[in-house]
T-cell receptor
Framework: DTGVSQNPRHKITKRGQNVTFRCDPISEHNRLYWYRQTLGQGPEFLTYFQNEAQLEKSRLLSDRFSAERPKGSFSTLEIQRTEQGDSAMYLC?????????????????FGAGSRLTVL | DQQVKQNSPSLSVQEGRISILNCDYTNSMFDYFLWYKKYPAEGPTFLISISSIKDKNEDGRFTVFLNKSAKHLSLHIVPSQPGDSAVYFCAPGDSSYKLIFGSGTRLLVRP
């Protein structure tokens, strides 16, 4: 398995345009997460799926953001009418509680991220 | 409402010495605590974790200590190596299955 794959790695767009990011998780992981990271901050939770069900969305996620995981495998994150404040690194992660380490922790495996620059 | 705080944005240590990275939290419901390491242009990678029912977990050069009464944990790296230079994130989790990340500490290990 090649880990969590994210595409594109970098997207530059003009304000007002729509963008879509794709995430391919580790195949046996049933949970998939989207986080956002801005400069000097830690990753900020956006939403997560268990299989195809979106179980939680951050209240920070505006209506312009939508995420899907239609068949419980890959996921897409779409941002409509982008704003300059949307410029960030968008990180996808996946996990399986069955693979928890000795602490029983839900260890997330992250992809390399998709960097969005809105001009 | 910052549930997780890493108050030192950066730390510089001589190679071979101990690096101590600190993390404070406010939510007593966290079940476990993870540390992640992040290199530039890469996603965070899992380093070590500790359950809330333990006070120490060790894995090679890395040891995490948890003080529940103080709501404080620390990551010790000894001996520190130049390849350890990265940003380190404290990330507690609970039954909601998501992790809450601190703002990170940038560690520089000088040769």
């Amino acid at each position: 398995d090649t880990g969590v794959s994210q595409n594109p790695r970098h997207k530059i767009t003009k304000r007002g345009q729509n963008v879509t990011f794709r995430c391919d998780p580790i195949s046996e992981h049933n949970r998939l997460y989207w986080y956002r990271q801005t400069l000097g901050q830690g990753p900020e939770f956006l939403t997560y799926f268990q299989n195809e069900a979106q179980l939680e969305k951050s209240r920070l996620l505006s209506d312009r953001f939508s995420a899907e995981r239609p068949k419980g495998s890959f996921s897409t994150l779409e941002i409509q009418r982008t704003e300059q404040g949307d410029s960030a690194m968008y990180l996808c992660a996946s996990s399986s509680l069955l693979q928890g380490r000795s602490s029983g922790a839900n260890v997330l495996t992250f992809g390399a991220g998709s960097r969005l620059t809105v001009l | 409402d910052q549930q997780v705080k890493q108050n030192s944005p950066s730390l510089s240590v001589q190679e071979g010495r101990i690096s101590i990275l600190n993390c404070d939290y406010t939510n007593s419901m966290f079940d476990y605590f993870l540390w992640y390491k992040k290199y530039p242009a890469e996603g965070p990678t899992f380093l070590i974790s500790i359950s809330s029912i333990k006070d120490k977990n060790e894995d090679g050069r890395f040891t995490v200590f948890l003080n529940k009464s103080a709501k404080h944990l620390s990551l010790h790296i000894v001996p520190s190596q130049p390849g350890d230079s990265a940003v380190y994130f404290c990330a507690p989790g609970d039954s909601s299955y998501k992790l809450i990340f601190g703002s990170g500490t940038r560690l520089l290990v000088r040769p």
